[in-house]
C-alpha cells in the first residue's frame, strides 16, 4: 500500500508564504521524480512543479520565480516553497510520484487579499 502525505497548507496573505510537504511511504520500488498539483474547485487538477531525482525542476509559467521545489532523501520526500503568494494561488495542493496514479488527500492554500 502506497501512501502520500501533504502538508504545510494554511491561510496566509498575499504576498506572503508558505512551504508544503510531502512524504511518499508504502511499497514504491523506485521514484524517478515527484511533482505537485494544485486544482481549483471547478477546474481540472494542474502540473505546478516537477523534480527528478537528479534534481532537475520543472515549473509551470504561472509559478516560476516564485515557487521553488525540492526533494529530500531518495525523492520520498518534496517540498514546494511557495512564495510572493497571490490571490490567484489558492488551491488544493497535491503532490504525485510521476507515473505512478497514487494521489493524497491533498493540503489547501488560501490567500487573503
Known amino acids: 500500500q502506497v501512501q502520500l502525505v501533504e502538508s504545510g497548507g494554511g491561510l496566509v496573505q498575499a504576498g506572503g508564504s508558505l512551504r508544503l510537504s510531502c512524504a511518499v511511504s508504502?511499497?514504491?520500488?523506485?521514484?524517478?521524480?515527484m511533482d505537485w498539483y494544485r486544482q481549483a474547485p471547478g477546474k481540472q487538477r494542474e502540473l505546478v512543479a516537477g523534480?527528478?531525482?537528479?534534481?532537475?525542476?520543472n515549473y509551470a509559467d504561472s509559478v516560476k520565480g516564485r515557487f521553488t521545489i525540492s526533494r529530500g532523501y531518495a525523492i520520498r520526500s518534496v517540498y514546494l516553497q511557495m512564495n510572493s503568494l497571490k490571490p490567484e494561488d489558492p488551491d488544493v495542493y497535491y503532490c504525485?510520484?510521476?507515473?505512478?496514479?497514487?494521489w493524497g488527500q491533498g493540503t489547501q492554500v488560501t490567500v487573503s487579499s
Open positions: 508504502g511499497s514504491i520500488f523506485v521514484i524517478n521524480a
Open positions: 504525485r510520484p510521476r507515473g505512478y496514479a497514487y
Open positions: 523534480i527528478t531525482s537528479d534534481g532537475s525542476t
